[in-house]
């Protein structure tokens, strides 16, 4: 009885089970292929210097730690109500918003970075790789306090107004787990926001956002098919531990430098100079127009 109430509670919270089902997939994946976060993290570098588009894609199902797997799951797992409340197809809705938004303003946010080249923000928020579907649950957080805005919750033993849950989260994680994207929860609480405005939550219709989502997916597995290694080699299990080379493919091995024949014969020396000979006066009978053939009588006197 106990596991058919699980069923039960999982088929009525179908797009919470299937995004639970599809991180665990997901993880499992990267785990047996052995995938390293440079590989698949969200990079500026990457993404726009070198096209890896799909990385906007695939970096928000994937983890590579088990405790970031559980932690994400859970939290996911935790806004069921909000299933119930919104609906679940204005909870999918929101879901897709918030996969294909937040990668593409993190990407923003480090673009600006970048381009007025603060040196420690640079460092900080530019040159990092992230990952998984932390972005999205702070969203969701954010989304579920700000419809109980009125309402006030416990908080670490304190009465805290909801909305302040978030950035309390944000800060707590930031320093419990320094290896956290910063970056990525703040634009998530950002994007739950905006989710939140009754003028573009009305705005956004579940057809129109299927319609981006099938654009999104074919545009990342196009660039996937472009940028990854030649037959999908990137999922390919004994190149995972390579180390990673730039550019759109595995280059080839350099061909061996074009050596000039060998020479049959030596090369030409500088020619030297004849040595001087010291003639005497020339005899008489070489003197003349002409020089006289053998055997020919000498000319008379």
Partial sequence: MRDASIFVTLLQIPVTSCIIGILAVTAILLWWQGITIDRIGLNHSRVFRHREWWRAGIATFSHLSIIHLIFNCA???????????????????????????????????????????????N????????????????????????????QQI???????????????????????????????????????????????SDALSLYWTLCATILA??????????????GFRWWNREE?????QEGRRRPLPPPPLLQPPPLHHPPPSVPLAPPSISRGPLPPFLVGDRLPSLGANPPAQ
């Fill in 154 to 200: 416990t908080y670490l033993f304190f009465r805290l107004p909801a909305p302040t849950a978030p950035f309390l989260s944000l800060m707590l994680s930031s320093v419990l787990i320094p290896q956290s994207s910063f970056l990525g929860h703040l634009v998530g609480i950002i994007m739950g926001c905006l989710l939140s405005i009754p003028f573009v």
């Fill in 123 to 150: 460092d900080y928020f530019v040159d990092t790789y992230a990952i998984g579907f932390s972005s999205v649950a702070f969203g969701m957080m954010m989304r579920s306090a700000l419809l109980m805005a009125r």
């Fill in 240 to 244: 995972s531990s390579l180390p990673h």
């Fill in 75 to 121: 939290t996911v797992y935790s806004y069921q109500h909000l299933e119930r409340a919104l609906g679940a197809r204005i909870y999918l809705r929101d879901h897709l918003v918030l996969v294909m938004g937040t990668p593409i303003l993190i990407l923003l946010v480090q673009h600006a970075v970048k381009h007025f080249s603060v040196p420690h923000y």
């Fill in 217 to 230: 997916l074919f545009l990342v597995i196009s660039s996937l098919g472009e940028t990854a290694p030649r």
